[in-house]
């Protein structure tokens, strides 16, 4: 489970994916035209700009498309980005830019960095000004913290209150999950019994023909236990999944892109808008990194996901900043 | 609401050490006033001056999401204070509730004057990870 070989991560670190020998972007490459489907482009300081650019004849047709943001941390004043409302702001104009539009934005979490008044509005009215249908969040710990997550329940929460979701777009069954709250002194990210019993029940209906999407802020595998990059429970919601054909994960919280996949599962991560975080294991612990001032936008960035009827895998594309 | 009033912010808090004595005496006061939390073995109520406390009694930085300390022992009536060096935002919280701080930004620290002795068993509510104790004799 937890074998880094299996990993690809972001650019721009001086870390290669396993001890096989295989960096990065020979690895991409491989995932890329290893015949599954799977279409994956990282623009990590090579091809950044082109991938949120608009579409070309030349791209291939797409039932819809939706973009993750993740981790724009508004409030954020650190070191590591002077001005993380510029480019959480420069997001929102890439999506803007988007054609055809995406169909929704997924924000997975730490939309705010400490929870301060106005930070939520600035993201949710700049997410209203793009032309995305609907927006769907789901929270990090940065955004329930403060209040064991009332505020942001009251907001974003639901008829139920709960925050946990899913719906359903165009075939695809979309489940939202929540892991950062009720964090328990040395314990970790997440879902509790009662998320898990809901999770049963919302897919067991559902034909093992329909493609998955599964978001939640702190990664539903084991990236980096040490770190608390990791679902305690994580295992348990998957063991739901495995009998779907197609399950893509979305999550955010390492501010880096990694991807692993298991089986008909693909897990991702997701760049931040805000700030980058270490390689897992890569130095005393995690948080924020200063990086030089020119390669910043480099390592931050969005995602755009499309999906293609009768494609096994969802083709995803990040983009960064720069 | 969240404990505001023992979130000090040490770049601003230095500034004013430099201004004087009786300058920092005066505007510490309330800046330092013992936030009105409720429950048996908190500071509420008391008088203390916290602020000369905190800099003289045990500190506790937080670097690369640990604790410098994370087991202390004091005598009764220790001030410690609690300083986040990281850029992450984290939280000093009591497992038993018995105190707890607001969300700390980098150079932001919180103090908490242990009047009972026990053993405070503490961790950070964003990264629960990080836990740390202190024993009061």
């Known amino acids: ?322 | 609401m969240h404990g505001n009033h023992r979130l000090i912010r040490v770049r601003w808090l230095w500034r004013l050490a430099v201004l004087g004595t009786a300058t920092f005496g005066a505007l510490a006061v309330p800046t330092w006033a013992p936030a009105g939390q409720s429950g048996p073995g908190t500071a509420s109520g008391m008088a203390q001056p916290v602020a000369v406390a905190a800099q003289t009694g045990p500190r506790i930085e937080i670097t690369k999401h640990k604790f410098s300390r994370p087991t202390l022992t004091v005598p009764a009536g220790t001030t410690v204070t609690w300083l986040n060096r990281d850029e992450d935002v984290h939280t000093v919280v009591s497992t038993t509730q018995a105190f707890r701080s607001a969300g700390l930004e980098t150079d932001e620290a919180y103090s908490y004057t242990f009047t009972k002795p026990g053993v405070y068993e503490y961790f950070c509510t964003l990264h629960p990870l990080m836990t740390g104790k202190v024993i009061v004799k």
């Open chain 1, 1 to 322: 489970m937890n074998d880094d070989s299996t990993y690809a991560r972001d650019a721009d670190s001086p870390e290669v994916s396993g001890g096989d020998g295989v960096d990065r972007r020979g690895f991409l490459q491989c995932m890329a035209w290893a015949g599954t489907g799977l279409v994956w482009t990282v623009t990590g300081g090579v091809l950044s700009s082109r991938a949120l650019s608009p579409a070309s004849a030349a791209e291939p047709a797409r039932d819809f498309s939706f973009v993750q943001i993740s981790d724009t941390h508004i409030g954020f004043k650190g070191e590591a980005n002077k001005d993380a409302l510029g480019t959480f702001e420069q997001a929102i104009a890439r999506i803007k830019a988007l054609d055809p539009a995406p169909s929704f934005i997924i924000h997975t979490g730490d939309i705010t960095h400490a929870q301060k008044p106005g930070a939520f509005d600035t993201v949710t009215e700049a997410l209203k000004g793009t032309k995305a249908e609907r927006v769907f969040y789901i929270p990090g710990e940065n955004d329930v913290f403060a209040d064991g997550g009332t505020e942001y329940l009251g907001r974003f929460g639901g008829p139920k209150g709960t925050g946990w979701q899913s719906f359903d777009y165009k075939g695809v069954h979309f489940v939202g999950l929540i892991n950062v709250l009720n964090f328990k002194a040395g314990g970790l990210g997440s879902l509790g019994q009662a998320q898990l019993d809901w999770l049963k029940k919302d897919v067991e209906g559902l034909a093992s023909s329909t493609p998955l999407v599964v978001f939640a802020h702190v990664p539903l595998w084991a990236v980096y236990p040490k770190w608390g990059w990791v679902t305690d429970d994580g295992e348990q919601a998957l063991g739901y999944l495995k009998r779907f054909g197609s399950v893509t994960v979305l999550n955010g919280h390492i501010h880096q892109i990694m991807q692993k996949v298991e089986g008909n599962i693909s897990f991702y991560t997701a760049l931040s808008t805000a700030f980058p975080q270490p390689a897992p294991g890569v130095g005393e612990g995690p948080g924020p990194v200063k990086v030089p001032a020119e390669q910043l936008r480099s390592v931050l960035g969005l995602r755009d996901v499309n999906y293609v009827q009768g494609k096994s895998r969802l083709a995803i594309v990040d983009s960064t900043l720069a």
